[in-house]
């Protein structure tokens, strides 16, 4: 003998786990979502960290412009230095003077200012060592000279003395 199912067929869904709502009592709840509100919490997140990387980028070009000035600055007065009489090889790594002479050129010397004694025969524009890639390093200098003098140097007043 077949039992009866109590339970009306027209009731029953076929495929429960995919319905929109919970289909007994101890289902999960089912909220509908707030796309919205969820796009508008990525949408925030997405900025935040673009903004973040953008900083980021800002900060290292900035660092690089930076790095690229001083290079550029370490050229110029190395062409600068280059130009002036110098009456010896410089060595790499040694520390040597730059002035000014009477004549407004320059002349590199190995002797500090404050080996001169009491008459300093030139005025004293910057103190540099000499680097391993031939460009000079400025340890010390009186900035308003060292500008005047690089900036009356230009690459072709460069190439000229020294071709």
């Known amino acids: 003998m077949e039992k009866d199912n109590p339970i009306d067929p027209r009731k029953i869904a076929q495929n429960p786990g995919l319905l929109p709502y919970a289909h007994h009592a101890a289902s999960a709840i089912v909220k509908p979502i707030d796309k919205g509100r969820a796009k508008g919490i990525a949408v925030r997140a997405m900025y935040e960290q673009s903004n973040a990387d953008l900083d980021q980028i800002r900060k290292q070009v ?20 280059y130009l002036a009489d110098m009456n010896f090889k410089p060595v790499i790594g040694y520390i040597y003077h730059l002035y000014i002479k009477k004549d407004s050129s320059h002349v590199l010397s190995m002797i500090a200012p404050s080996e001169w004694g009491t008459k300093q025969p030139y005025v004293w524009v910057a ?29 072709d007043d460069f190439l000229k003395n020294n071709s």
């Open 62 to 81: 900035e660092l690089l412009a930076l790095q690229a000035k001083m290079i550029h600055d370490r050229v110029a007065i190395s062409e600068k230095i």
């Open 127 to 155: 103190t540099c060592r000499l680097l391993a890639d031939h460009t000079w390093d400025v340890l010390d200098c009186d900035s308003d000279k060292l500008y005047e003098s690089v900036m009356e140097t230009t690459p």
